[in-house]
């Protein structure tokens, strides 16, 4: 790769994760102002976003989220007490917990989500930009 193409694929990086922090950066804004950790809004988004027919226990979110397990349980109990999330026991195995959000729960991320989902309509054009500058990229 000659430099000047290695100087652009830099940029294109450089630029495409400026995006990314910047909406990041939202999200996490979004979810404080809401009165929610950004944690705790991530975690609802992946007990509602879990594909159909999935269990979602506190092994899925540890890895969906790539957090360790006790970090899901730590924050799951926060959630739980601030009515956002209901924690209850598999009848099938008692050592798992199901998790799913309460109807406040639903009620915040769904306020989250337009909010996430307007933001994400303003930076779509560079973002799009970015990637495709990235895909483009000679090797």
């Known amino acids: 790769m000659s430099k000047k193409n290695e100087k652009s694929e830099i940029q294109s990086l450089a630029r ?38 999935t269990l979602v226990t506190i092994s899925y979110i540890a890895e969906v989220m790539t957090l360790r397990h006790h970090t899901v349980v730590e924050l799951s109990k926060r959630c739980e007490s601030a ?18 959000l309460t109807d406040q729960g639903h009620l915040a991320l769904q306020q989250l989500s337009e909010v996430h989902a307007r933001q994400l309509r303003e930076l779509a054009p560079t973002l799009i930009q970015a990637l495709t500058r990235i895909g483009r990229a000679k090797p």
């Open 16 to 53: 495409f994760r400026h995006e990314i922090r910047r909406f990041l950066q939202f999200s996490e804004q979004a979810a404080t102002a809401a009165g929610l950790q950004p944690q705790q809004h991530q975690l609802l988004l992946q007990i509602a976003g879990a594909p159909d027919g």
């Open 83 to 100: 009515g956002l999330v209901r924690r209850t026991p598999d009848v099938n195995d008692r050592r798992c917990v199901l998790l799913e």
